[in-house]
């Protein structure tokens, strides 16, 4: 795995390889608008809801031989040892320790990706919703491994992204994420219930209910009062299935429809 040497290899491919793909809202966007068509994502089995969180996305690419690098979702903002960082965010800040201590779980001859979301501080605009006083928080929400990533450092850039947007990472399922999660001491954005597919809504209005029966207020608020959340995430077990709600589609969508009446 000399390969993967940070000081060596192109840092573009890595930065590629390991970015987080788009997930799906579970009712699909108009691109006309913006507004949430009929259509949905099709769960089976057992699904596990999530708080959907609003800060920004952030990782830790853990490198055979204790080596890691920080990133926002599109870029990379830090190698382990530099002495200056990309400060964007305060992701580097915010990550830096939890970066160090997951050095140690460095297999031979895999990148394990750690995604977390970093939210108060003055990350967004919705930061108001968990912190007064300006603190910054981070919670793990996926892990990926890539089991033989030498061979993917010779792929062209197009063949990465269409490997990475056809689903070809391989991501932790819900039992083996929480556990390692748990075992390396890392908080995971809340888990509020594991529900029947056959129980979840399919309809608009049912799921905008849905989301306020469950999550009218953040769970991880900073300091202060809780604010709202920004909705929720919905995994299979198996994460063969995985699909976005937030509030602010379902209260556009809702808002629109009783325009026109």
Not at 34 to 48: K, N
Request: overall charge neutral.
């Amino acid at each position: 795995m000399s390969r993967l040497d940070v000081r060596t290899v192109d840092l573009r491919t890595i930065n590629s390889l390991t970015k987080y793909p788009s997930i799906p809202t579970y009712h699909a966007l108009d691109p006309r608008d913006g507004g949430l068509l009929t259509e949905c994502v099709a769960f089976t089995g057992p699904v596990t809801l999530t708080e959907k969180i609003d800060g920004t996305n952030a990782r830790i690419v853990v490198l055979p031989g204790g080596a890691y690098l920080i990133g926002s979702r599109e870029e990379l903002l830090y190698a382990r040892g530099d002495l200056i960082g990309n400060p964007a965010l305060g992701i580097v800040d915010a990550l830096r320790d939890v970066a160090e201590r997951l050095t140690g779980t460095a297999a031979d001859d895999r990148v394990t990706v750690y995604y977390l979301e970093v939210y108060g501080g003055k990350v967004t605009a919705a930061s108001r919703h968990y912190t007064a006083e300006r603190r910054v928080g981070h919670r793990l929400f996926d892990v990926a491994v890539l089991d033989d990533p030498a061979p993917m450092l010779d792929w062209p850039a197009p063949r990465i992204s269409a490997w990475r947007d056809g689903g070809g990472q391989r991501f932790l399922g819900e039992a083996e994420l929480v556990g390692r999660a748990d075992a390396l001491g890392l908080p995971t954005v809340p888990r509020l219930a594991t529900v029947p597919a056959g129980d979840l809504p399919r309809d608009i209005d049912g799921t905008h209910a849905f989301l306020t029966s469950h999550l009218p207020r953040t769970l991880v608020a900073l300091d202060g009062p809780a604010g709202r959340s920004e909705g929720l995430v919905l995994r299979a077990a198996d994460r063969s299935a995985i699909a976005k709600a937030r509030f602010q589609d379902y209260e556009r969508t809702v808002r629109r429809r009783a325009g026109r009446r």
